[in-house]
């Protein structure tokens, strides 16, 4: 049996621990990869000088009966093009507090169920997945 490689997960961020927390809640916190130059959020352009960094708690896509919570030392760059910007992660959209995989299931979920019994099932706010339907929608 191979066990899981959590990394695969979330591309240019190591794990450094993982802890179950109260409620059913798994808090895993990563850093960033020693070798990954982070990228400007605007232009895409590889930015080394980093003004700052802040961490930021994501949720993720629940692992097996445990509610993933991930703490993520966010970047702001200094870009020559575009000056003071926060990095581009590639797994996560830009201000977001919810990763793409999981964006993507709860999409999946709201095709089938009404919002407030996917609310109940994931402990996401019923106005987040709202909003989160309604993109959906008017992107089809």
Not at 59 to 66: A, I, K, P, T
Not at 72 to 100: F, K, M, N, Q, Y
Request: aromatic residues 4%.
């Amino acid at each position: 049996m191979h066990p899981i490689d959590l990394a695969q997960f979330w591309p240019g961020y190591a794990v450094v621990a993982c802890r179950p927390s109260a409620d059913n809640i798994l808090l895993i916190e990563l850093k960033p990869q020693a070798d990954a130059i982070p990228e400007c959020g605007r232009c895409g352009q590889a930015c080394p000088l980093i003004h700052e960094r802040r961490l930021r708690r994501i949720r993720d896509r629940d692992l097996l009966d445990q509610r993933v919570l991930l703490q993520v030392p966010v970047r702001r760059v200094d870009c020559l093009r575009c000056g003071r910007v926060t990095e581009r992660i590639a797994w996560l959209e830009p201000a977001s507090r919810l990763t793409r995989r999981l964006q993507a299931w709860l999409e999946a979920l709201l095709q089938l169920l009404p919002i407030s019994h996917v609310s109940r099932l994931t402990g996401i706010h019923w106005h987040t997945l709202k909003q989160l339907d309604k993109r959906r929608l008017d992107a089809a």
